[in-house]
C-alpha cells in the first residue's frame, strides 16, 4: 500500500496522534484497523464538539447623524407628495473607512498598552440600501446610495460637533492584533460585516481582527423640503476565531419542503383529514373586580387592587 511506504516520503514525517498505525507496516504488532480513522471513520454522535468560533473580545457602539438632502435626486422614480410617502427603511451594506487616504481613517498601536489598539474614524462613506414606503406599507422604490459621515472639516455643511464630530477615537481591547492591508504596505484596517456580494470584493463574510457593523435610521422626514435626518449606529469588535469545546445536542434534521396543494378539489379531504373546529375567541372582561374586604381588627392586603369600572390599565 502506498500509505505505508514511508521511503517514498522525503523529510520527517508525522501522523495524527488519533490516526493510528497501519496495520500492513508492522507484521509484529497486532494493531486493530477499526482504531485507524483514516481507515474506519467513526460513526455516532460524540458527547463534546471541538469548534472554531468567532468569539467577540471587545465591543463598544457610537450613534452619529446627519441630515440628507435633495431625496428627490435619490430616488428618482418617487413622487413624494403624489405618492404619500410615510417612511423611509435603511439598512447599512457598506463603509469605506479610507484607510488609504491620508486624511482618512487610522489605527494605531499604543506604545504602553500593547493590548489594545486606538481606532480614529473620520471622512467614512456610508452606503445604504433603503426602501421608500407608502402609507399603505408598500414599497414605492429601492435605490442605493452614499453619503459621508465624520467630515474631516469643520467647514463641512453638515459638520456638528455633537451629533457629526470631525473624527471620533476610541481605544479596543485586541490582544491578538488586527488585520493588516498588504498592498504596498502593511496597514491595520477595520473589515466590514456588510451584505455586498462580490467576490473577493465583498463584505458578508466574517474575518478576524477588527470588524465593524453597523444600523441606520430616519429619525427625522421631512416632505416639505424633501431632506432627512439619517441617525447611524456603529458597532466596534474586535474578534478572534478560538477553538472551544461545547455539548453535543444531537444532529439537527431540516424539515422537508411541503408542497403547497392549491387544486380546489382537495380541500375538503384536508378539512375532513385535519383538526376539529372548535370556539376559541377570548370573551371580553366585563366586570369590575371587587373590593378586599377590610375586617375590623386588621386590614387584608390584596396583591392585586380592584381598580375603577372603565380605568384603562397601562
Given at each position: 500500500m502506498a500509505c505505508c511506504n514511508n521511503n517514498q516520503v522525503r523529510g520527517r514525517f508525522f501522523q495524527r496522534p488519533t490516526a493510528g498505525e497501519c496495520p500492513v507496516c508492522k507484521p509484529d504488532e497486532i494493531i486493530n484497523p477499526a482504531e485507524d480513522a483514516c481507515v474506519c471513520p467513526p460513526l455516532g454522535e460524540p458527547k463534546l464538539l471541538t469548534v472554531a468560533a468567532p468569539?467577540?473580545?471587545?465591543?463598544?457602539?457610537?450613534?452619529?447623524?446627519?441630515?440628507?438632502?435633495?431625496?428627490?435626486?435619490?430616488?428618482?422614480?418617487?413622487?413624494?407628495?403624489?405618492?404619500?410617502?410615510?417612511?423611509?427603511?435603511?439598512?447599512?451594506?457598506?463603509?469605506?473607512?479610507?484607510?488609504?487616504?491620508?486624511?482618512?481613517?487610522?489605527?494605531?498601536?499604543?506604545?504602553?498598552?500593547?493590548?489594545?489598539?486606538?481606532?480614529?474614524?473620520?471622512?467614512?462613506?456610508?452606503?445604504?440600501?433603503?426602501?421608500?414606503?407608502?402609507?399603505?406599507?408598500?414599497?414605492i422604490d429601492e435605490e442605493c446610495f452614499t453619503i459621508r459621515y465624520l467630515p474631516g472639516n469643520e467647514e463641512d455643511p453638515y459638520f456638528d460637533n455633537d451629533a457629526n464630530p470631525v473624527s471620533i477615537s476610541v481605544d479596543i481591547y485586541a490582544p491578538y492584533g488586527v488585520s493588516y492591508n498588504l498592498n504596498g504596505d502593511c496597514t491595520p484596517v477595520i473589515s466590514f460585516l456588510g451584505f455586498v456580494e462580490n467576490g473577493s470584493e465583498g463584505n458578508n463574510a466574517l474575518r478576524q481582527g477588527l470588524v465593524a457593523q453597523a444600523l441606520a435610521k430616519v429619525v427625522n422626514l421631512d416632505i416639505d423640503s424633501l431632506s432627512a435626518a439619517i441617525g447611524l449606529t456603529i458597532y466596534l469588535k474586535s474578534i478572534y476565531f478560538v477553538q472551544y469545546k461545547i455539548p453535543h445536542k444531537g444532529l439537527c434534521v431540516p424539515p422537508k419542503c411541503i408542497p403547497v396543494d392549491i387544486e380546489a378539489e382537495n380541500a375538503c379531504l384536508d378539512f375532513v383529514e385535519g383538526d376539529l373546529l372548535e370556539q376559541s375567541i377570548q370573551p371580553l372582561e366585563l366586570c369590575c373586580k371587587p373590593k378586599s374586604i377590610k375586617h375590623g381588627f386588621s386590614a387584608v392586603e390584596d396583591p392585586t387592587p380592584a381598580e375603577e369600572c372603565g380605568k384603562k390599565r397601562s
Open positions: 468569539v467577540v473580545f471587545d465591543e463598544c457602539g457610537i450613534n452619529l447623524c446627519r441630515v440628507v438632502d435633495n431625496l428627490d435626486k435619490i430616488f428618482c422614480n418617487v413622487d413624494f407628495e403624489r405618492d404619500d410617502v410615510q417612511g423611509i427603511e435603511l439598512k447599512v451594506i457598506d463603509i469605506d473607512f479610507n484607510f488609504c487616504n491620508d486624511d482618512g481613517s487610522n489605527v494605531e498601536t499604543l506604545v504602553r498598552r500593547p493590548n489594545c489598539v486606538r481606532v480614529t474614524l473620520t471622512e467614512i462613506d456610508v452606503t445604504f440600501a433603503a426602501k421608500v414606503i407608502d402609507r399603505n406599507c408598500r414599497v
